[in-house]
C-alpha cells in the first residue's frame, strides 16, 4: 500500500468532497471484485486475542470502528475491513435517495485537523443500499446501520421515516444507529427530546431483534444528555454512541457559518459529554466513543472511560489508514502494561 504522506498532499489539492470520492473508488474495489476477508492474511488487520470481544452477539476482532458518514451507501465495507476496522457503520441512509445540500458542503480545517461538513445526508436511498447490503450479509466484521430522516419530512411524521428503515433494514446489518444528531438537516435535533425518543423505541422494539443504538449531539447541555440517554435506555435502547459533530464554530479559526466540525477540535467536547454519559450508564448498556480520536492513548482513554468500542472518522483523513493498524497495536501494549489479558477487562477501568 502507498504511504500515506507522500500521497496526501496530492489529494489535498482536491476538493474534499472530490478526494472523498476518489478514496471511495478505490475502496470500494474490493466489494466490486468479492474479494474474501481473512484477517490472518491482512497486512492492516490486527487480530490479536487480547482486543477481541463478543457484543450483541457477533465477534469483534478488534474494537476500533468506522464512524458513519464515511460509507453512506455500504459500497465500501470490503476496503474497510482491509484497511483494519474491526467493525464498520454505514449511512446515514434515509428512506428516499436525496442529494444532500448544495455544494461546496465539506471543508478542511489543515492546521487543526478537522473537517466541516454541511453534507445532509446525501444518500443512495433505503432500497438500493438494502439491496446492496443482501449481496453481502453477512460479514466478517460486525457492520451497524445508521438511519435517519429524509430532509423534506416533516417532524411530526419523522418517526415513520425511522419505522420503515428499520422494517427495510431488519436482518441486513449487525445493530441500528438512531440518529437524531446530525446538524445538517433542518430540525433534526429538534428530535433529541424525550417524548419522541420514548415513542420511537417503543415502536422500534416491536420490529426488530437488532440492537437499538442512539447517536447523540456533543452540543447539549451535560444534565440534558445524561438524562435523555437515560431514558433512552430505559425505554429500549441497547446502546449510546457519543458523540455527533459540534456546531461550536469557535473551535476552528476560520469556520464557515454551516455545517457540523469533527476531527481534533471535537476531542475535548465529545469526551466530556462520553464521561458524563459513561458516569451514569457505565455497567448498564454499550457505549461507544467518537470525536476527535486519532492515537491508541486517546482510544484507550475513551475505553477505560467506559467505551467498549470507539469510532474513527476524520484522523483517517488526515493520518491515513496506517493509523488503524498503529492504535491497534499499541493498544495491545497499553493493556499488557496495565496487567490485562483482554480489553474487556480495560473497559471502565477509571469507574471501578
Given at each position: 500500500?502507498?504511504?500515506?504522506?507522500?500521497?496526501?498532499?496530492?489529494?489535498?489539492?482536491?476538493?474534499?468532497?472530490?478526494?472523498?470520492?476518489?478514496?471511495?473508488?478505490?475502496?470500494?474495489m474490493?466489494?466490486?471484485?468479492?474479494?474474501?476477508?481473512?484477517?490472518?492474511?491482512?497486512?492492516?488487520?490486527?487480530?490479536?486475542?487480547?482486543?477481541?470481544?463478543?457484543?450483541?452477539?457477533?465477534?469483534?476482532?478488534?474494537?476500533?470502528?468506522?464512524?458513519?458518514?464515511?460509507?453512506?451507501?455500504?459500497?465500501?465495507?470490503?476496503?474497510?475491513?482491509?484497511?483494519?476496522?474491526?467493525?464498520?457503520?454505514i449511512?446515514?441512509?434515509?428512506?428516499?435517495?436525496?442529494?444532500?445540500?448544495?455544494?461546496?458542503?465539506?471543508?478542511?480545517?489543515?492546521?487543526?485537523?478537522?473537517?466541516?461538513?454541511?453534507?445532509?445526508?446525501?444518500?443512495?436511498?433505503?432500497?438500493?443500499?438494502?439491496?446492496?447490503l443482501?449481496?453481502?450479509?453477512?460479514?466478517?466484521?460486525?457492520?451497524?446501520?445508521?438511519?435517519?430522516?429524509?430532509?423534506?419530512?416533516?417532524?411530526?411524521?419523522a418517526?415513520?421515516?425511522?419505522?420503515?428503515?428499520?422494517?427495510?433494514?431488519?436482518?441486513l446489518?449487525?445493530?441500528?444507529?438512531?440518529?437524531?444528531?446530525?446538524?445538517?438537516?433542518?430540525?433534526?435535533?429538534?428530535?433529541?427530546?424525550?417524548?419522541?425518543?420514548?415513542?420511537?423505541?417503543?415502536?422500534a422494539?416491536?420490529?426488530?431483534?437488532?440492537?437499538?443504538?442512539?447517536?447523540?449531539?456533543?452540543?447539549?447541555?451535560?444534565?440534558?444528555?445524561?438524562?435523555?440517554?437515560?431514558?433512552?435506555?430505559?425505554?429500549?435502547?441497547?446502546?449510546?454512541?457519543?458523540?455527533?459533530?459540534?456546531i461550536?464554530?469557535s473551535?476552528?479559526?476560520?469556520?464557515?457559518?454551516?455545517?457540523?466540525?469533527?476531527?481534533?477540535?471535537?476531542?475535548?467536547?465529545?469526551?466530556k459529554i462520553?464521561?458524563?454519559?459513561?458516569?451514569?450508564?457505565?455497567?448498564?448498556?454499550?457505549l461507544?466513543?467518537?470525536?476527535?480520536?486519532?492515537?491508541?492513548k486517546?482510544?484507550?482513554?475513551?475505553?477505560?472511560?467506559?467505551?467498549?468500542?470507539?469510532?474513527?472518522?476524520?484522523?483517517?483523513?488526515?493520518?491515513?489508514?496506517?493509523?488503524?493498524?498503529?492504535?491497534?497495536?499499541?493498544?495491545?501494549?497499553?493493556l499488557?502494561a496495565?496487567?490485562?489479558?483482554?480489553?474487556?477487562?480495560?473497559?471502565?477501568?477509571?469507574?471501578?
Amino acid at each position: 500500500m502507498l504511504n500515506y504522506e507522500s500521497i496526501k498532499p496530492l489529494l489535498f489539492k482536491f476538493e474534499p468532497e472530490t478526494a472523498h470520492h476518489i478514496a471511495e473508488c478505490v475502496l470500494r474495489m474490493p466489494n466490486i471484485c468479492q474479494i474474501p476477508f481473512n484477517p490472518f492474511l491482512e497486512s492492516h488487520f490486527v487480530n490479536d486475542a487480547s482486543l477481541k470481544q463478543e457484543i450483541f452477539g457477533h465477534t469483534f476482532l478488534n474494537p476500533i470502528g468506522l464512524g458513519a458518514g464515511f460509507d453512506k451507501n455500504a459500497t465500501m465495507i470490503r476496503g474497510m475491513q482491509i484497511l483494519g476496522f474491526g467493525f464498520t457503520e454505514i449511512g446515514t441512509v434515509t428512506p428516499k435517495p436525496q442529494p444532500g445540500n448544495p455544494k461546496p458542503r465539506m471543508f478542511r480545517h489543515i492546521k487543526e485537523e478537522s473537517i466541516q461538513n454541511a453534507m445532509g445526508f446525501n444518500n443512495d436511498g433505503a432500497y438500493k443500499v438494502v439491496k446492496r447490503l443482501k449481496q453481502r450479509y453477512p460479514f466478517t466484521t460486525p457492520i451497524g446501520v445508521n438511519i435517519g430522516k429524509n430532509k423534506v419530512t416533516p417532524e411530526y411524521e419523522a418517526i415513520n421515516d425511522y419505522t420503515h428503515l428499520i422494517k427495510a433494514f431488519d436482518g441486513l446489518g449487525d445493530y441500528f444507529v438512531i440518529n437524531i444528531s446530525s446538524p445538517n438537516t433542518p430540525g433534526l435535533r429538534d428530535l433529541q427530546n424525550e417524548e419522541f425518543i420514548k415513542n420511537l423505541f417503543s415502536q422500534a422494539k416491536q420490529l426488530t431483534s437488532m440492537p437499538i443504538l442512539l447517536k447523540i449531539a456533543p452540543d447539549m447541555e451535560i444534565e440534558a444528555a445524561v438524562n435523555l440517554t437515560k431514558m433512552a435506555v430505559q425505554h429500549g435502547a441497547d446502546g449510546i454512541i457519543a458523540t455527533n459533530t459540534t456546531i461550536d464554530y469557535s473551535l476552528v479559526k476560520h469556520p464557515k457559518d454551516i455545517g457540523g466540525l469533527s476531527g481534533a477540535v471535537l476531542k475535548e467536547k465529545s469526551f466530556k459529554i462520553f464521561d458524563a454519559v459513561a458516569a451514569e450508564l457505565y455497567g448498564k448498556t454499550i457505549l461507544i466513543s467518537v470525536g476527535g480520536i486519532d492515537s491508541a492513548k486517546e482510544a484507550y482513554k475513551r475505553i477505560r472511560a467506559g467505551a467498549s468500542l470507539v469510532q474513527i472518522l476524520s484522523g483517517l483523513i488526515f493520518h491515513g489508514p496506517d493509523m488503524i493498524m498503529n492504535i491497534n497495536n499499541e493498544l495491545i501494549q497499553l493493556l499488557k502494561a496495565d496487567g490485562f489479558e483482554n480489553i474487556s477487562q480495560a473497559i471502565g477501568a477509571d469507574r471501578k
